[in-house]
């Protein structure tokens, strides 16, 4: 599995940005997908979860409410809609194909450890 992801920028505190994670290979359908970001200095974080069916989600508590993560199975692109954009929000994005469902409590596939395939990532940027 290949992915790609793609849609960051420079953005202004407030705004909106929507990122795509194109996956290649077969059995796209099969898979948990997950979005994860790294900021300057800092290690890389859970941002998003989906399940195959998009039916089983979660979120970080700093994005919950702001971010939205959707897939087009038939497309086979991952989606993370993210509104109200803060100057925290600022790192790098990257979208991961997961090994399977790991659940920690409610929270669905929330560790890098849980997926087998990183994308090469996509810069978000937001000013204040």
């Known amino acids: 599995v290949q992915l790609q992801a793609s849609g960051g920028g420079l953005v202004q505190a407030g705004d909106s940005l929507r990122l795509s994670c194109v996956v290649s290979?077969?059995?796209?359908?099969?898979?948990?997908m997950g979005w994860f970001r790294q900021a300057p200095g800092k290690g890389r974080e859970f941002v998003a979860s989906?399940?195959?069916?998009?039916?089983?989600?979660s979120y970080a508590e700093s994005v919950k409410g702001r971010f939205t993560m959707s897939r087009d199975n038939d497309k086979k692109i991952v989606y993370l809609q993210m509104n109200s954009l803060t100057p925290e929000d600022t790192a790098v994005y990257y979208c991961?194909?997961?090994?399977?469902?790991?659940?920690?409590?409610?929270?669905?596939?929330?560790?890098?450890?849980?997926?087998?395939?990183w994308g090469q990532g996509t810069q978000v940027t937001v000013s204040s």
């Open positions: 991961a194909s997961a090994r399977g469902s790991y659940y920690r409590g409610s929270r669905y596939n929330t560790e890098e450890i849980d997926y087998f395939s």
């Open positions: 989906a399940s195959w069916s998009g039916e089983i989600t």
């Open positions: 290979g077969s059995s796209f359908g099969n898979y948990a």
